[in-house]
C-alpha cells in the first residue's frame, strides 16, 4: 500500500514514523522550513515514550512524489495550512486516491474536497500528545493515542487496507461507521480547552481549578451548536470532558495557547471561531466563546 502524509508534525510524523518501522506500507511524508531543512540533514527522529528511533531522510521531502500513485493521502497539517497544502500536492495527487483528513475542527473533508472534487474523501480525528520538540525531532508522550476515521461517502476497500496497516503498526484505531460524532467529541474536547487556556494563558490543570462554570458554559454551547447540525452530543460527553481534566498533567497546555505565547498563526478561527459564526447561521447564542473569540482576535 502506497501513503502519503501531508504535514510531518507531532500527528503525520509519528504516524509516518510507526508505519515505515514496521515495514507494513510505503510511506512518503512532506515537511517544509527548518523542520526539514534538519530533517534532511539527520533523518527524522522520534521519540516514542522512553523509546528513541530515526527515520531516514529519503521519506521526507517538501511534495509528495509524483512517481508513486497512492492509495491514500493523509492530511495533518494546521488547519490554516490546508488549502497551501492541498494547492502544493495537486499534481502529485491521482484522482483514485482516497483523501483523509486528520486536521482539529470538522469541517476540513470541505475544503479537501472543494480542491479535490474528483477525489473520495474520508475524515478522521486522533487522540495524541506529540509536537515538534525541535526541528528534526518529534516527541510523543503521555501514553495517549487513538485515531478513529471513516467515511460518509460510499465504502472504501482502501480504508479496510490502511485498517491493517494500522493494526500491523501497532497503531491503536477504529474505523467508525459513525465519524461525525467521533469528530464532534473529540472537537467539543479541544475547542473548549483551547479556547478558554488561551483566553486566560494558563494551564489545562488551571482551567478544571479555577474556571469550572465557564469551561461548563463553553461545552454547552459546543454541545447546541453540535445538535443543531444533528450530531448527538449530550451530558454524557460533556462529562468525559470534564473528567479528562483530572487524567491529564497539571500544567498541561494546548497548542493553540503556545502558539499565540509564540507569535504564531493560531487555529483560532477551526477551534473558535467556527463555533461563534456557525452558531450565528443557526440562530444561537454562545456568549462565552462569542467574548473568548472577540478578545483573541484581537492577539
Known amino acids: 500500500m502506497n501513503i502519503g502524509i501531508i504535514g510531518c508534525g507531532g500527528v503525520g510524523g509519528y504516524i509516518g514514523a510507526k508505519i515505515i518501522q514496521s ?11 527548518e523542520h526539514l531543512k534538519s530533517i534532511k540533514k539527520n533523518g527524522l527522529e522520534i521519540i516514542d515514550e522512553d523509546k528513541t528511533f530515526k527515520i531516514p531522510e529519503t ?69 495524541i500528545l506529540s509536537n515538534i520538540k525541535k526541528p528534526g525531532v518529534i516527541k510523543k508522550y503521555g501514553g495517549v493515542f487513538n485515531l478513529f476515521f471513516g467515511t460518509t461517502e460510499k465504502k472504501s476497500d482502501i480504508l479496510e487496507k490502511f485498517k491493517a496497516v494500522l493494526e500491523k ?10 465519524i461525525d460524532y467521533e469528530i464532534w467529541r473529540k472537537f467539543l474536547l479541544i475547542s473548549a480547552f483551547a479556547s478558554l487556556t488561551s483566553y486566560y494563558d494558563i494551564t489545562i490543570g488551571e482551567i478544571g481549578a479555577k474556571h469550572k462554570n465557564e469551561l461548563s458554559a463553553i461545552l454547552d ?55 461563534v459564526k456557525e452558531a450565528e447561521k443557526v440562530g444561537l447564542k454562545v456568549p462565552v466563546m462569542s467574548k473568548i473569540y472577540e478578545k483573541l482576535k484581537t492577539l
Do not use: W
Request: glycine residues 4%.
Open 59 to 127: 521519506y521526507i521531502n517538501k511534495t509528495l512524489n509524483q512517481d508513486i500513485k497512492y492509495d491514500i493521502v493523509i492530511f495533518c497539517t494546521k488547519t490554516y495550512d490546508l488549502e497551501n497544502a492541498c494547492e502544493e500536492n495537486l499534481k502529485f495527487i491521482d484522482k483514485s486516491t482516497l483523501l483523509l483528513s486528520l486536521n482539529n475542527g470538522v469541517d476540513n473533508d470541505l475544503i479537501i474536497k472543494k480542491k479535490f472534487p474528483g477525489n473520495s474523501v474520508a475524515k478522521g480525528c486522533i487522540y
Open 221 to 275: 454551547e459546543i454541545i447546541l451548536l453540535a445538535n443543531k447540525k444533528n450530531i448527538p452530543l449530550g451530558e454524557k460527553e460533556k462529562e468525559n470532558v470534564i473528567k479528562r481534566v483530572k487524567t491529564i498533567p497539571y500544567e498541561s497546555t494546548t497548542s493553540m495557547l503556545l502558539d499565540f505565547r509564540a507569535k504564531k498563526k493560531t487555529e483560532l478561527e477551526a477551534l473558535c471561531g467556527y463555533v
Open 23 to 33: 515495514y507494513s506500507a510505503h510511506v512518503d511524508m512532506t515537511a517544509r522550513g
Open 169 to 178: 503498526s501497532s497503531l491503536k484505531h477504529r474505523l467508525s461507521d459513525n
